[in-house]
């Protein structure tokens, strides 16, 4: 879970870069932050993000609205997925292709 760390006012119309607290479970070291389907406040968001591990993270928060939102303490904006990154193209080798029909003057 993805909870807020203190009680912050978010303007209208805005987006800003709040602390938040992750409970995560022991052992895993990456996370995908989703916005949380049991946080119903209209008009305010969270972007996905891919993130390390740490008991408190920048996420952003979006207001959408019209009107300023005020979010306490503790309320839940989103949830974290285990994450497991892969190796970047350059780091693999590129596996021969094998292909029947080219003429032998081609291979």
């Not at 740490?54 to 285990?82: C, D, F, W, Y």
């Amino acid at each position: 879970m993805l909870s807020l760390a203190v009680d912050e006012l978010i303007p209208a119309r805005c987006e800003r870069v709040e602390m938040a607290r992750l409970e995560a479970p022991v052992g895993a070291t990456n996370f995908l932050i989703e916005p949380s389907q049991n946080y119903s406040r209209d008009g305010v968001f969270i972007t996905r993000a891919l993130v390390r591990a740490k008991p408190r993270l920048q996420v952003r928060i979006i207001n959408v609205i019209n009107q300023s939102q005020v979010l306490g303490k503790g309320t839940a904006i989103g949830h974290a997925e285990s994450a497991v990154l892969s190796a970047s193209i350059e780091d693999q080798e590129p596996e021969p292709r094998q292909n029947k029909h080219i003429s032998k003057q081609l291979k």
